[in-house]
Every structure is written in C-alpha cells, then in structure tokens.
C-alpha cells in the first residue's frame, strides 16, 4: 500500500516556468487578453500543477463517491435515517442517482468506496469496499476516529486514486454519501479556518429552524470537548505543533476528532492525484472541508485542485476562501455525491483546449491591438 508519508512526499508545488509559459501563451491568443476571465486561471492553474504548458487536456474523468456513516447522527442533526447512507449506495450502483446522470453526460466513470458504512455491503460492480470502520463514534461525545483510523481511511482514498488513474483517468472528481456529513464537514471547517460554527453551519438537506439550532450546538459541543474551540487548531504543515511534534499531527488529530470516514478518505484521495500530477475537481461542502485537511497535511495539495462549485452551505464558502480557491459554477446545489464537479468539468475541459486549439495572434495573421 501507498503510504501517506510517502504520498505527502512526492506532491510537488505548481511549477513557476510552466506557469509563466501558460501567462504567455494566453495572452498571444486570437482574443482580448483576459477575454476568457476565470478559465484562463484554470488553464494556467492545470499548466503549473502538471508542469508542462499546455496543461494535458483532462480527460477522461473518473468520479470517486466515497460512503460513510456518522456516530452524531444519533444527536439529531438530520431528519433523514441512518439507512440512507447505503441505501444510496444501492442507487449509485444501479444508476439512479443525480450524480450517474450527470456522470453519463461528462462520460465519466463512477466509483462507490465504502470506506465506513455502518452495514456489511455485498461486493457488487462498481463498488470499491475499504471499510476502515462500521461509522464513526459521537463527535459531540469525543474523538469520532482513532488517528489510526483516520490514517487508513487516507491511504484508502489514496489507493483509489492511484487505482483510477492506473485505469486511465486524468481528471478526478470528489464525490460523498453519509446521512450526518454536514455536520462533520462544519466541524472540520471550524477546526481548520477557526470560524465560529454558526457561520459554517447550514441546512444540509434542509432541516428546519429547530434542528438548525440543535446541529450549531453539537458542532459547539464537538470542538469543544475536542480541544478544538480556540480557534485554528492546525498550525502550517511542515513546521511544529506543541512540545515540538510534527507538523501533520496536528491535522491528523483535528480530522480524527470531528471528521468523518468519507471525509478522511476524500482528503486522501486529493492528495493522491496530486502525487500523481492528475487535476482534481473538488465538489462542494463536504470535498471542501475534506480538501482543508489534505492541505494541512500538504499544502501544495492545493496547486492541483480546481473548485467545482459553490454550494448553498455556508461553510463551503468559508472552506474555498481558506483554500484561495475560485468556484467555477454557483448553482445554489446542495446535494453533493459529485454533481458540482461534474458539472465543472466541461468547463476545465474548455479552458485547457483553448490552450491547444486556439490559434496565436502570429499562426493567423491577424493583427493584434495597437499599443
């Protein structure tokens, strides 16, 4: 197995003459510089993260929909039963959800990782198990995860990267299932941005005023028992944390303590594409504050990210600008399973194939604006 030490250890930052080169390239373009706004910065965002200019065009996608279940969904935090979480994955598989939909209409793969369902699944087709674990334990009662755990459900994600990309994807696309994950999710933005869980907590699949108020206070409950409450409780990867551990501890710990399986797997499977300099699309909530963790363990994880999407949770919005992130598409979705990035990914495709298709000013003929 990849272990994540070494996986942290081959990510490397965008390359500088790769990023230049893309600047260049566009502005020589037949079109007004800066006509294409946000998708010239993907292109040249997907240059640097490859290192070559142009960036390869990124396809085909393969979208990973990692499942879990959540202990604090005994706490009351979500109308919808526990059951859920596999039952959905029986829907994936059998081609019913949103996210096969949208799947077909990008002809990406679909991949369903159980990495913490609280039920025994039967192997099936399309389904990945890496069971870590039958859900996670009460986050508002302490530590959801062992480190331990939380490691082997990072390398599982790790795995499922390097399985993907082996297959021959060069795109990959973060996608969840778990009845409780947005509870989860605004713990961990809490814990990694030092927002306030008010301002990170929403709706999820839209619960009403009073288990809106119930769900706030668990997330208060959870960083608070978990020594999580004093604001950002990870320090910069690769420097220190306290008494002069190391500087992943810090993140491992926090992720443990109030994340999720999928959450922790998700993170892995961020920082295995970028190990493998193949571009990740991250979708919404869930993937954002997944991707917070991947980026305390490895900061330049975030070089070969592209935001998908702004979801209607508060906290993704508050996780993308941590991150320096830009989402590409702000559709008010709310679903996750990978809907948001796979909407996204025609678009990245688009900006990276201007690069190759789009004639210079020079190859045309045609003048450019006089100075």
Do not use: Y
């Amino acid at each position: 197995m990849i272990t994540l030490e070494r996986t942290i250890a081959a990510i490397r930052p965008r390359d500088p003459g790769a990023v230049a080169e893309a600047r260049a390239h566009q502005d020589r373009l037949t079109k007004p510089r800066g006509a294409l706004g946000a998708l010239e910065e993907v292109a040249v965002r997907l240059a640097g993260a490859a290192g070559v200019s142009p960036a390869p065009v990124p396809a085909p996608p393969a979208l990973a929909i990692f499942a879990a279940d959540h202990g604090v969904h005994a706490q009351g935090v979500s109308p919808w039963p526990q059951e859920v979480t596999q039952q959905m994955v029986g829907n994936f598989l059998a081609g019913g959800a949103v996210a096969n939909a949208f799947a077909a209409q990008v002809r990406a793969t679909v991949t369903v990782v159980d990495v913490g369902v609280a039920a025994d699944l039967t192997p099936a087709p399309g389904l990945t198990i890496r069971k870590v674990a039958h859900g996670t334990a009460d986050l508002s009662q302490g530590p959801a995860m062992t480190v331990e755990q939380a490691v082997a459900a990072l390398e599982a994600g790790i795995e499922v990267a390097r399985e993907l990309v082996e297959r021959g994807a060069r795109c990959l696309i973060t996608g969840d299932m778990g009845i409780a994950n947005t509870t989860a999710s605004a713990a961990l933005i809490c814990a990694f941005t030092g927002q306030e869980a008010a301002g990170a907590t929403g709706r999820g699949t839209g619960v009403d005023d009073d288990t809106l108020a119930r769900k706030v206070e668990i997330v208060r409950r959870a960083l608070r028992v978990n020594g999580l409450d004093g604001g950002p409780a990870v320090p910069a990867a690769g420097g220190n944390g306290p008494e002069g551990e190391p500087g992943t501890a810090p993140a491992l710990r926090a992720l443990a303590a109030v994340g999720g399986l999928e959450h922790a797997a998700i993170a892995g499977f961020i920082l295995g594409g970028a190990a493998l300099r193949v571009p990740v699309i991250l979708d919404g909530v869930i993937s954002g504050s997944a991707a917070l963790a991947a980026a305390a363990l490895a900061p330049d994880v975030v070089d070969h990210c592209v935001a998908g999407h702004r979801s209607a949770e508060p906290g993704h919005a508050l996780a993308l600008a941590h991150l320096g992130l830009r989402p590409l598409v702000e559709l008010e979705l709310r679903l996750g399973e990978g809907t948001g990035g796979l909407l996204a990914h025609p678009l990245v495709c688009a900006a990276v194939r201007v690069m190759h298709e789009v004639a210079t000013f020079d190859s045309a003929g045609v003048s450019e604006k006089e100075v």
